[in-house]
């Protein structure tokens, strides 16, 4: 079992910035790689961005640029630096950890989720 607690949310105003923190304890080897993913009411979750082990990061379109997805190996803790919020980033930030598949490791882990709030 992996355990993911987010921390960092909070109300903003637009132009703003947040650092979102995800703590992962448990079992940290079964994880190839960590990301964040957001929902805001009455939408689906989506990915914001994700890292590898290996320091590989992937951001979806509406935050390149703005957002810088970061690990600390040794404190097992993922960091989300976002600049330049606009309203619509409004949304609960969940941490999620993906297992290794290839070495037969099958359950991804959800953190419960960090509130976001960016006013006009």
């Known amino acids: 079992q992996v355990q993911l607690v987010e921390s960092g949310g909070g109300l903003v105003q637009a132009g703003g910035s947040l650092r979102l923190s995800c703590a992962a304890s448990?079992?940290?080897?079964?994880?190839?790689?960590m990301g964040w993913y957001r929902q805001a009411p009455g939408k689906q979750r989506e990915l914001v961005a994700v890292?590898?082990?290996?320091?590989?990061?992937n951001y979806a379109d509406f935050v390149k640029g703005r957002c810088t997805i970061s690990r600390d190996n040794a404190k097992n803790t993922v960091y989300l630096q976002m600049n330049s919020l606009k309203p619509e980033d409004t949304a609960v930030y969940y941490c999620?950890?993906?297992?290794?598949?290839?070495?037969?490791?099958?359950?991804?882990?959800w953190g419960r989720g960090t509130q976001v709030t960016v006013s006009s």
């Open positions: 999620n950890a993906e297992p290794n598949r290839i070495a037969g490791w099958s359950k991804t882990h």
């Open positions: 448990g079992s940290i080897f079964s994880i190839i790689a």
């Open positions: 890292i590898t082990g290996s320091g590989t990061t």
